[in-house]
């Protein structure tokens, strides 16, 4: 009974797959067969024919998917240097065919981990391949970082080699971490075994498991640190301005534009609010002066971060729901106080509203901020790095790859020690004298 209209356009094509062939795009009216505007890659087909058997399948266009048999072995060397170099070709007609239908492509998302080969590897080759084919077109990367804990060896090394192409290609990357989502989920978990009033958990949801009863921690819900986790929700308010109408929209671009002043300083720390979906657990909703509390609060950040006693360059709040400009300005003010910001950027806030509230809530609140918090996330993989790159361990492994040397290891390292100073030098000027622009004098 759906009808496709322009927020349903941004990632989906209507195509009528009765004609044969490719199908011809239907621009609006009555939904025929919806296709995402997105190419899948993954070089262990494992997870991709997952999704091909799932509820999603009829979603993604079965041309728009290039997967392999054995996978790149948790190796960076073979994601970008050896799949990078075979799937080049294939890669770049499917991107083109998938821009091709677009009538105003306005960026790319690319969705990728840093932890394994295809996601650290392959994922940073496409970021590059996107520079080359579509240099004005803005590249967002939403990269998922490692845990302490993770059970791949040589992921420190993947991620730094990953970081050394963000660095150099990307627009905009929002990091995430794994550690925050199982954090959140935990949260989730205490919230519902503390009883609290109107917290009530719905049947075959996301946190509970196949028997009826309440997943444990242990069982690491993956599922739930998608959905839970707010990947996804994250996502999709990040781009509700392309999507819905709104007095006040924020056009995807003009996040980078705002909040990246210089051009390596593009790590953006992401908080959503409310944290948990009403799909799968009824709690009394949020006010919305809480909420905004709440978004500058380390407990909500998507990495393990705290952006309130660190340095701000710049921050934007997209706002979805019944929300008015003076319900922004008013805690704007209330919270400017407590934050720090750089002496020269003092009023470094962007705004957007969208009057779409999410389904299930009467509004939600997703805070980007440019902010030096991030270091500690950086200052970890290094050292992770290093203790593995001190003993020359697993090396030999990326070595034998044709086109890998040792000095990509060392370029990377200084890479990402470099982007460290930077955030050390900036970190440095906080709690220095605020400087009052000075003041155009009329004369009378």
């Not at 080359?132 to 991620?159: H, K, L």
């Not at 990357?173 to 949260?187: G, H, M, Q, R």
């Not at 969208?354 to 609140?365: A, K, Q, R």
Request: charged share 25%; with cysteine; hydrophobic share 35%.
């Amino acid at each position: 009974k759906g009808v496709y209209d322009e927020a349903l356009s941004s990632f989906f094509r209507n195509v009528d797959t009765r004609s044969g062939g490719d199908g011809r795009d239907i621009s609006k009216g009555k939904i025929c067969s919806l296709k995402a505007r997105a190419l899948l890659i993954d070089m262990e087909e494992g997870v991709v024919n997952e999704i091909l058997q799932g509820p999603l399948r009829d979603v993604f266009d079965s041309k728009q998917l290039i997967t392999d048999v054995s996978g790149s072995g948790n190796n960076w060397a073979v994601g970008h240097k050896v799949y990078g170099c075979q799937y080049r070709e294939n890669i770049v007609e499917k991107l083109r065919k998938t821009a091709e239908h677009c009538d105003c492509l306005q960026c790319f998302f690319i969705i990728h981990s840093m932890g394994g080969g295809t996601g650290s590897g392959l994922g940073t080759f496409v970021l590059n391949l996107l520079e080359d084919e579509f240099p004005e077109v803005y590249r967002f990367v939403t990269s998922v970082y490692p845990s302490g804990e993770d059970d791949v060896i040589t992921s420190p090394y993947n991620s730094v080699l990953a970081m050394k192409e963000l660095n150099d290609h990307a627009d905009c990357v929002l990091p995430i971490e794994n550690e925050s989502l199982f954090d959140i989920v935990n949260k989730i978990h205490q919230m519902i075994s503390s009883g609290k009033l109107g917290t009530i958990v719905k049947q075959n949801s996301l946190v509970t498991s196949s028997t009826g009863s309440t997943k444990t921690v242990q069982e690491k819900p993956f599922d739930a640190m998608n959905e839970q986790g707010k990947v996804t929700g994250f996502c999709a308010v990040k781009v509700v301005s392309a999507r819905f109408e709104g007095s006040l929209n924020m056009d995807l671009n003009e996040i980078s534009m705002n909040l990246v002043p210089f051009p390596r300083l593009h790590y953006l720390v992401s908080s959503l609010t409310p944290l948990y979906t009403l799909a799968d657990v009824n709690v009394p909703s949020r006010r919305l002066d809480q909420m905004f509390s709440d978004a500058f609060s380390r407990d909500h950040q998507l990495i393990q971060a705290d952006p309130k006693h660190s340095l701000y360059l710049a921050c934007a709040l997209l706002v979805r729901g019944n929300v008015q400009v003076s319900d922004l300005r008013r805690n704007i003010e209330r919270l400017k106080p407590s934050l720090h910001f750089v002496s020269w950027n003092q009023e470094g806030w962007k705004t957007g509203l969208c009057s779409v509230p999410p389904v299930g809530h009467s509004h939600s609140l997703l805070a980007l901020a440019n902010n030096t918090c991030v270091k500690p996330t950086l200052m970890e993989l290094k050292d992770r790095f290093m203790r593995l790159y001190k003993k020359k361990a697993h090396l030999h492994h990326y070595l034998h790859i044709d086109g890998m040397e040792q000095s990509c290891f060392s370029e990377a390292l200084s890479s990402l020690s470099d982007l460290i100073e930077e955030y050390n030098e900036l970190d440095a000027t906080k709690g220095g004298p605020r400087i009052e622009p000075s003041r155009l004098k009329i004369a009378v």
